[in-house]
């Protein structure tokens, strides 16, 4: 029984906040469920209609990382007025991203559409709330028309394969993807790297990593279970926007897209690894990035 017990409280320590979070966005979604109903609304989850609802849930997920990680944003400044694509590190849990589209949503009443990998339209219960919050499948098209509608589009190159396999050194996992590269040279956008600070020490994976490597790779699903949820000082730091040169002609263009998008690709990650390693201790410190919080000198 006393050992029962010990690993039961072990599970918990280790896993609660993960879960909690998982338990919040659920509970997102009844609630946009609820207004849904009461209202009789049918229209596009993109729309303004929605704004109110989408003002509240930005509210509390803003309240919860003021709370918990006493999040700060800063760069807002560098987001372009118009379309452009957001490059990010991928954490554990994308939580810190979570609390960024609240935020720039509350300051900004603006939407950032988020390119998710396909399991996550697979996952029950979540589709009026991945429509609200702009969540899309990161197609070449899906991509192309919310940037010609004016959004900001945002996406992490390294994905799952990020979350489940990166560490505390911060490697970014990136592969070969330069799809993104492509998809902002057709679009005639800018790229904007940006980066939260000790994500990592927030939530974090086991060590013990080749098993699940293999069932990954071969199945494309995260088996792996995040754990951890410390209250370290999150801080989401966008830099400066990698422009796109407006004097292209159009066979310019092409050319740059065909021969151009490996140098695209590999300035953005030189610019989100730069971000890394100014703001970020590595190999990353949970009792740092807790002491941080406390750290008024860099408010």
């Given at each position: 029984v006393i050992i029962g017990s010990l690993t039961i409280s072990a599970i918990l320590v280790?896993?609660?906040?993960?879960?909690?979070?998982?338990?919040?966005?659920y509970l997102s979604n009844i609630l946009l469920l609820i207004y849904q109903r009461n209202n009789e609304l049918k229209a596009d989850p993109l729309s303004d209609v929605w704004n109110s609802v989408r003002k509240n849930i930005a509210s509390f997920w803003d309240t919860y990382?003021?709370?918990?990680?006493?999040?700060?944003?800063?760069?807002?400044?560098?987001?372009?007025?118009?379309?452009?694509?957001?490059?990010?590190?991928?954490?554990?849990?994308?939580?810190?991203?979570?609390?960024?589209?609240?935020?720039?949503?509350?300051?900004?009443k603006r939407l950032c559409l988020s390119v998710a990998d396909h399991f996550v339209f697979r996952l029950p219960g979540l589709k009026l709330l991945l429509g609200v919050t702009g969540v899309i499948p990161g197609t070449r098209e899906e991509c192309l028309v919310a940037l010609k509608n004016g959004y900001l589009v945002s996406i992490s190159p390294g994905g799952v394969r990020e979350a489940l396999f990166s560490d505390e050194s911060y490697q970014l996992m990136w592969g070969n993807r330069k799809g993104?590269?492509?998809?902002?040279?057709?679009?005639?956008?800018?790229?904007?790297?940006?980066?939260?600070?000790?994500?990592?020490?927030?939530?974090?994976?086991?060590?013990?990593?080749?098993?699940?490597?293999?069932?990954?790779?071969?199945?494309?699903?995260?088996?792996?279970?995040?754990?951890?949820?410390?209250?370290?000082?999150?801080?989401?730091?966008?830099?400066?926007?990698?422009?796109?040169d407006p004097n292209?002609?159009?066979?310019?263009?092409?050319?740059?897209?065909?021969?151009?998008?490996?140098?695209?690709?590999?300035?953005?990650?030189?610019?989100?690894?730069?971000?890394?390693s100014k703001h970020q201790t590595i190999p990353g410190n949970i009792w740092k990035a807790l002491l941080e919080r406390f750290d008024k000198r860099r408010k």
């Open positions: 280790f896993f609660i906040v993960p879960l909690t979070i998982v338990f919040f966005i990382a003021r709370i918990w990680h006493g999040y700060e944003l800063h760069g807002v400044e560098n987001l372009p007025e118009g379309p452009g694509i957001l490059v990010y590190y991928h954490g554990a849990i994308p939580v810190d991203y979570l609390y960024f589209l609240s935020r720039l949503f509350l300051w900004k993104f590269a492509q998809v902002a040279l057709e679009a005639k956008v800018p790229i904007i790297p940006m980066y939260t600070q000790n994500v990592r020490e927030g939530y974090r994976m086991f060590k013990e990593r080749r098993f699940f490597r293999q069932l990954y790779e071969s199945t494309r699903l995260p088996f792996t279970p995040p754990y951890g949820g410390l209250p370290v000082k999150f801080r989401t730091y966008i830099g400066k926007p990698i422009p796109y292209l002609t159009t066979e310019e263009l092409v050319e740059k897209i065909c021969k151009g998008k490996f140098l695209f690709s590999l300035q953005t990650k030189t610019a989100v690894q730069a971000l890394i």
